[in-house]
């Protein structure tokens, strides 16, 4: 499958599962979320935008995705402190290798700011996000276990040595589900607003 392909599977909505360890201080959280992904074709006006954002021909991208996220870790429940947003990103293939490129992301999943990060598929149809940002780097692999179930991981590093490394079980909300669950509150996502994304995560 192409990169395009990957982001066409990971359309709808997904009911995340994570566990954040922090190396640093030796300790692991939990968290649930909800994500939205919609893929987006070349044509579409929030792809032109990302482009111009990043200074990028638009007829080099072959298209992209929007997340949303709303969500919670563990640690934040006592203080009531929400982790929800959205971003925008391209994907911009390399001229003799089409699997790997460029990712232009309107929100970083480590900093909140606009970053070009690196995409590659590996040989099992796998996709490896790889961002560097002034302070710090990250890296996640997402693939699917089946069409509805998605598996994420994903590791943050910052100068001095301290990161955290996560993992995640995605597994895709049917309309019937979705409407089950319409009269209990929003699961909000555990990507970390100061930090995706995503988890683009999302």
Known sequence: ????????????????????????????????????????SVDDPKILEICKLHDVDPSLAVGGAQVQWMG?????RSSEENHEGSTVFVLVPDEDNPRNGRLLREVGYAEIVPVIGRYEMDDEDGLVLITEYETMSSKEHFWFASPDVRIRSGTVKRFGGFSTASFCTETRIREEAQSDRSDSQPVKDVTDSRAFSSNFGW
Do not use: P, Y
Not at 14 to 30: C, I, N, P, V
């Open 1 to 40: 499958m192409n990169v395009m392909e990957f982001f066409q599977l990971s359309a709808g909505k997904w009911l995340s599962q994570r566990t954040t360890h922090h190396l640093a201080f030796k300790r692991s959280e939990g968290g649930e979320s909800e994500i939205a992904v919609e893929a987006l």
């Open 72 to 76: 919670t870790m563990a640690w934040d």
